[in-house]
């Protein structure tokens, strides 16, 4: 007898995975608390030193934002380096 080579097991019924969304976390706005959040779109600019081609370029990069206030989900903009100003706890000063 001979192991089988590795095949990717079939399965009969649909390979669907029955994900309970009511077990999955619901990702709010930290700061509105609004759970409906917009597709925007982060725009990076790309120098001509660093392009491939030696030209400008714009890179968009889908981000998720709150609907309401506008703010992006936590996480998102790790990865792109922004300084976020809203990040220090200081409350921001209205000019009445
Ligand atoms: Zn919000």
Known sequence: MSTKPMKP????QS???QVDLRDAETIKC???NNYLFITSFILK???AIVSPNGQEALIPVQVYSCGNCGKVADGMLESMNLEEESNTDKFPSLDI
């Open 9 to 12: 097991l079939k399965k009969p």
């Open 15 to 17: 390979a669907q995975v």
């Open 30 to 32: 930290n700061d509105c």
């Open 45 to 47: 600019k790309l120098s």
